[in-house]
């Protein structure tokens, strides 16, 4: 091979590889609105019903991560996340998700709005509805909540629980 063409051959390799990894490491922490007409057409995207939210206070929080065990309710590790003002009863969001594959969903509900989790007081769920208890402290498996999302819109139900 001529040697002059190997270094430009090899500046090309790398300067594709940080575009291709760029998007991927920019798909975090994506704080976005909840708007249901993006779950209207094609997707992916997940539409996500949430029922029992038990007051109409606070704040509900909507993550959606990769069903892998390196993200799953790691610290910064969620892709998209809707916050908004809690209703009491059922709630509906259209979460997008990057591309075709295994996600997990996490709701919260801080019932006062202090940003931190008050056991005796906010709910919590996930996709699939796994059971809580002491000893997971309230982090099932990626195994247990992840899902399939095509390119199409996923419908789910997720189950509020409280204390």
Not at 78 to 107: D, H, L, S
Request: glycine fraction near 10%; proline fraction near 6%; include cysteine.
């Amino acid at each position: 091979m001529n040697r002059m063409l190997f270094p430009a051959i090899a500046g090309s390799l790398a300067a594709a590889a940080v575009l291709v990894a760029g998007p991927a490491q920019a798909q975090y922490r994506q704080k976005i609105s909840n708007n249901p007409s993006a779950c209207s057409g094609n997707g992916p995207a997940v539409w996500v019903t949430v029922n029992g939210v038990s007051e109409s206070r606070g704040k509900i929080r909507v993550q959606s991560y990769r069903a892998i065990k390196q993200d799953w309710l790691e610290s910064g590790r969620w892709i998209n996340r809707i916050e908004v003002p809690a209703k009491a009863g059922q709630m509906t969001f259209c979460v997008p998700v990057p591309a075709a594959g295994r996600y997990g969903i996490a709701v919260r509900h801080d019932v006062n709005g202090n940003g931190k989790t008050d056991l005796s007081t906010d709910g919590g769920a996930m996709s699939n509805n796994p059971s809580f208890n002491i000893f997971n402290l309230g982090k099932p498996s990626y195994t247990k909540v992840g899902f399939d999302v095509g390119n199409s819109v996923k419908s789910i139900t997720i189950n509020m629980r409280y204390m």
